[in-house]
């Protein structure tokens, strides 16, 4: 038998994970209190004020021409590589497969939905939002240019507010949302606003993105985060309803079929008759009764009778055995005997 000292790093680790409780006595779910409130409010706001600025051509436009024109991947040609990949943890495919990993066997620990249908109702929320907006404002990027100290809105383009930097605030972000303490829900916090934060600035240093872009985005991103409380309910809900869908579908495949109706049994068949439980519930084998027909009581006329060993076989009608020859000869043959003693 393999012993906890015997085994590798790996499966230490799984064995870890088996000594946590499988679903928690109570579930911290956020709720929608007073200083999130003012957090969205105050939020919003920087997101309403961040557009105003670029729509109107302010500083901040100026501001966001001046940067491209530094061109920090020129500056800064050694952290190139490095860049390109870091930039991938904003981006939607690759981190929303990963943290869904990662709530999914969160979601098959604790027996809760909630880890995946809170991911899938952030994400939702982002592609809508993010999206509409992207469309709406429709502003080109700086390799895309037209008008040097122009905004570039409603040229047709799709980058403001920076999506990769919305999605990294959102993905990494719903981790923080969904720890379980509050230690790990500052420490997560802190992570994913550092990881958010650089991926925003890798958008600005590879020049994809405008410095205005990527404000938005954050301030896009923290918006959603702050309004999943008004989704729990509606999230609450959906996973009933699953659950519920889940046990009929199970009661109905674990159910047992009606009993096929008796099949009509032929004359002169044998019937199976079943005794009655007894006393321990156990219930005696089956005996086989063969069925007669329903005749009249029989009566004896009076005189003297044979004997049973006198008389002749007769064979049985219906009966498929042959009568007994050498049986019938000999009773036969006796009978004139006994006559004429």
Not at 64 to 77: A, H, L, N
Not at 177 to 191: G, N, V
Not at 248 to 256: E, I, N, Q, Y
Request: glycine fraction near 8%; include cysteine; proline fraction near 9%.
């Amino acid at each position: 038998m393999r012993t906890e000292r015997n085994l590798t790093r790996l499966q230490r680790v799984f064995a870890r994970l088996d000594r946590e409780p499988e679903r928690p006595a109570n579930i911290d779910v956020p709720k929608m209190t007073r200083h999130r409130v003012v957090l969205f409010t105050a939020t919003l706001a920087f997101y309403l004020a961040i557009v105003w600025a670029v729509a109107i051509t302010s500083w901040l436009v100026r501001f966001d021409w001046q940067v491209m024109f530094f061109r920090p991947y020129q500056q800064w040609p050694e952290i190139h590589a490095f860049l390109d990949y870091y930039v991938v943890l904003g981006q939607r495919g690759p981190t929303a497969v990963m943290v869904a990993a990662w709530l999914g066997w969160r979601s098959w620990r604790q027996h809760t939905l909630r880890p995946l249908l809170t991911l899938g109702a952030s994400l939702l929320l982002l592609n809508v939002t993010v999206g509409a907006a992207k469309l709406g404002m429709g502003r080109l990027g700086p390799h895309y240019a037209i008008t040097i100290g122009s905004n570039e809105m409603g040229l047709g383009g799709d980058i403001f507010p920076s999506g990769h930097t919305a999605n990294a605030v959102v993905t990494w972000g719903i981790l923080a949302y969904l720890a379980s303490t509050p230690r790990a829900r500052r420490w997560l916090s802190a992570l994913s606003a550092v990881t958010s934060l650089g991926v925003g600035l890798t958008t600005v240093y590879l020049g994809t993105h405008w410095l205005s872009d990527v404000l938005l985005g954050w301030a896009a991103g923290l918006l959603i985060l702050l309004a999943l409380p008004w989704c729990e309910p509606l999230i609450a809900r959906a996973e009933a309803w699953i659950f519920a869908l889940r046990d009929l579908v199970r009661s109905r495949r674990g159910g047992t079929a009606p009993a096929p109706a008796p099949a009509p049994t032929p004359v002169g068949a044998p019937v199976m008759a079943t005794r009655p439980a007894t006393v321990d519930g156990e219930v005696p084998a089956r005996e086989t009764v063969a069925s007669r027909p329903n005749r009249a009581p029989a009566h004896l006329a009076p005189g003297p009778h044979t004997a049973r060993s006198e008389r002749t076989p007769v064979t049985p009608v219906g009966s498929r055995r042959p009568p007994h020859a050498a049986r019938a000869a000999t009773t036969a043959s006796a009978r004139p005997l006994a006559g004429g003693g």
